[in-house]
């Protein structure tokens, strides 16, 4: 099992540009979770899917888009980058949406916006 | 709307230094206290999940307690491989985590 996988590692964009983290999972996991990690803050949820075709928002979702067509894959999207996306990106992945199960994260992704 | 506090900010320790990091969370519904270890540059890797009010579980040096308002994580003799940032989070019934900011932990031998 290769667990969470994100890429790219880093990337930098300017502002107004727009791109996609990608993450995947090959554990099956149903739930699935976007966040951003920024000094002094802790990590931040973003968006979140609790199976293929179901995304919700999270506590800061603004700026950025989702989707699941497969259990798989949940790519992070952002529509028009701005100075304030700057931050480290975790995707993270849970077997089911039950109380007891944890989150196993991927690596993340530092994004530079300028 | 659902809190979660660490203190301290950051703690230094020389090897076999005992002491203990403070998580205080406020949640509408607890559903599970997640404790991660996060090492620079990489993900939060899971240690515990406590689910009630006086439930403790151990690996290695560290334990963890929880209390209706806050949990503890306990390390005992520490050596500098646990030099980490050790994050709390609570899992609420709106199916989501909310985060601390986490407690910088430096060991020095």
């Known amino acids: 099992n290769a667990g969470v996988t994100q890429t790219p590692k880093f990337q930098v964009l300017k502002t107004g540009q727009s791109m996609t983290l990608q993450c995947a999972q090959d554990?099956?996991?149903?739930?699935m979770s976007w966040y951003r990690q920024d000094p002094g803050m802790g990590l931040r949820l973003i968006h979140y899917?609790?199976?293929?075709?179901?995304?919700d928002q999270g506590e800061v979702p603004n700026g950025y888009n989702v989707s699941r067509s497969t259990t798989e894959d949940f790519p992070l999207r952002l529509l028009s980058a701005a100075p304030s996306q700057t931050s480290v990106y975790f995707c993270?992945?849970?077997?089911?949406?039950?109380?007891?199960?944890?989150?196993?994260f991927g690596p993340g992704t530092r994004l530079l916006v300028l | 709307e659902d809190q979660v506090t660490q203190s301290p900010e950051a703690l230094r320790l020389q090897e076999g230094e005992s002491s203990s990091l403070n998580c205080s969370y406020t949640?509408?519904?607890?559903?599970?206290l997640f404790w991660y270890r996060q090492d620079p540059g990489k993900g939060p890797e899971f240690l515990f999940t406590?689910?009630?009010a006086g439930e403790e579980k151990e690996k290695e040096r560290l334990k963890a307690t929880l209390t209706k308002k806050e949990s503890f994580l306990h390390i005992t003799a520490p050596k500098p491989e646990d030099s980490a940032t050790y994050l709390c989070?609570?899992?609420?019934?709106?199916?989501?985590?909310?985060f601390g900011p986490g407690t910088r932990l430096s060991v020095l031998p």
């Open positions: 993270a992945s849970t077997p089911s949406t039950g109380p007891g199960e944890t989150q196993y």
């Open positions: 554990m099956n996991h149903e739930y």
């Open positions: 899917s609790v199976g293929a075709g179901i995304t």
């Open positions: 949640v509408s519904g607890l559903r599970g």
């Open positions: 406590l689910y009630s």
């Open positions: 989070a609570v899992y609420n019934y709106g199916q989501n985590f909310v």
